[in-house]
């Protein structure tokens, strides 16, 4: 016992010797940064212009193509979409294969095959790099465009683009790359129904022909090859491909604002707002400015431990999470700093975010928080190292936008140069607090006042475009809801017609992660039931009946609160226009405002609950397009709303076969039947 105890005490006098030798208090100091290999490529040109980059790479039996043109941006226009759709659309099939062929070819040899606007990505193991550049080949040099592909891909688009409408991060992304660039600026232009609409498959070829050149070309092969391999491989089956002259472009330069002022993009249904605090910067790629400006950024909001996430979500609360870019780019890059934040804290966090833009230009950093940086950003860039693509990718941008040939490898030793002097000069270079667009995506009514003190509040609608909230178009003299009301009976087909009906069942379907969801509407004017199914599978019941008001949850009861329930009853009806009178609810008009680029005249419904609901009527056709409600949730009140689209008679009768579901995220659905007076028996309702 006595010697254990002498040989934990020897132990523990090394121990505290060995600390005392130890200086606890100083950070110790950091290893020299290491020059990296990641590879010298081997180069050269076709005399078509193509400039090839081999990177040999052993590790394993796999080889990487990675092809990119440099072209100037293109302005797309009123047919804003084409230029993506013209690199998708070289996947849809060749003039050898169709898309299924192409699709079982590449499969076959567990290869994968990537096309977009500005290049090709290909990749498979080395045993099959001749049948992979053969699929290469068909592809880039013999694409069908085919017109039913095209057909589909703008149908998916458009789906794609119904289904983001109302998504306020799609909204603040469009409305910030207007800001941002402007309207004359590619960077500023988004895809729209009627933009993609315009797109024919004549702009498709167009585009190809005049960008899809060797001479502007850079191919980077990575992987198990030789140079001696990849240049015998390359000129067989790139040596033939014609140069040709390619459109080039200038554009203005976008600038910041002159002073800082509020974008407000009025969302009736938000319960939370998105700002983004943004403005152009002028940021060269591979210029020595980057690597500062990357440590500066990633101080003040490229991680979980950054300046803007510390102040907003762990000391304030205000959101889950804040981060901020700041982007290099050979024509215009930009910053942005953004969170989602809930209504009532919108002003407190814009304040927030703004102390800290204030702070760092003012004040710089820390020295920890430049260790931290260099660490965190040391590690991302080893990390990317992995990927054959990013060291194609290095190749290229060397070459393209002449960088050093050592600005890779010596990227960790430039990174580790940068000082406390370099990254508050890089600040007060590229923070600009006093010349930012504050563009908030949220409910006007509760944060546009709050907004005012930090510059002027500007209205924006969801495509970019200033308005004056308070230029609204006047009501024509002596119309009244009731006439409104008239005019949509009218529209729908007539008022005796509709107050013939007596029954109505629509079934309405929308697709979900692969999934048919179908929504079942019946009402008879004094009972409603509504099922979510899918498949054979009832997911959700709302029954309005003799006994009362019940919701259901896969079979089990959901409790009602006695305003829900109340509420719901109102569903029962089929025109409900038909029946306010005698409800006893009151109705007012109280004006006109914009719903889908459209106006509609509002009305303004109280119920006997002391509900107020409101509907719009479009001004032009007299038919409903939207109908919007406020309800209490988890979070406080929520506006909900539908928005109908797309009718069509049915027995004489305008249904709309589009409707949109708005709560929190929208729910596309389409009209799959609509039956008129059905027999209703016992059990309809149960």
Known sequence: MIKKIYISFIFALAASVAFAQVDRTKAPEPSPAKEINIGEPTTFTLKNGLKVFVVENHKLPRVAFSLTFDRDPVLEGDKAGYVSMAGQMLMKGTKNRTKAELDEDIDFIGANINTYSTGMYATSLTKHQDKLI????????????PEDELEKLKKQTLSGLAASKDDPNAIASNVRGQLVYGENHPYGEFETEESVDNITLEEIKSYYNSYFRPNIGYLAIVGDITPKEAKKLIKKNF?????????????????PPEETFVALVDREASVQSVINVTYPVKLPIGSEEVIKARVLNQILGGGFSSRLMQNLREENAFTYGARSSLSADEYVGSFTASASV???VTDSAVNEFMAELIKINKEGVTQDELDAAKASISGSFARSLESPQTVASFAINTARYDLPKDYYANYL?????????DVKAAAQKYILPNNANILVVGKGAEVAEGLGKFGEVKYFDRKGNEYDPNDKTALPAGLTADKVFENYFEA???????SAVESLKTVYTMSMQGQTLTFTEIKDNEHFKQEVGMGPMVVSKVLVNDEGVKALRQGQEIPLPEEAKSNLKSNTKIFPELHYAEMGATTELTGIE???????????????????????????????VKTSATQQGPQGEVT???EFGDFEAVDGIMIPKKNVKFQGRPLNTELESAEFNIEVKEDTFN
Do not use: C, H
């Open 134 to 145: 053969e699929l290469m080949k068909d592809v880039l040099f013999n694409p069908a465009f």
């Open 342 to 344: 809930r209504n009532e």
């Open 640 to 642: 909900v709303y539908e």
């Open 492 to 498: 729908l087909g007539g008022k005796d017609k509709i």
């Open 594 to 624: 914009t719903v889908n680029d459209k106006d509609a005249y509002v009305v303004s419904i109280t119920l006997p609950s002391g509900q107020v609901t409101k509907s719009y009527f479009d001004t032009e056709s007299g038919l409903k």
């Open 413 to 421: 030793k430039n990174l580790e140069a940068v000082t406390l002097e």
């Open 239 to 255: 040596s033939d491909w014609e140069e040709g002259e390619v459109p080039t472009a200038e554009y203005e330069m976008p600038t």
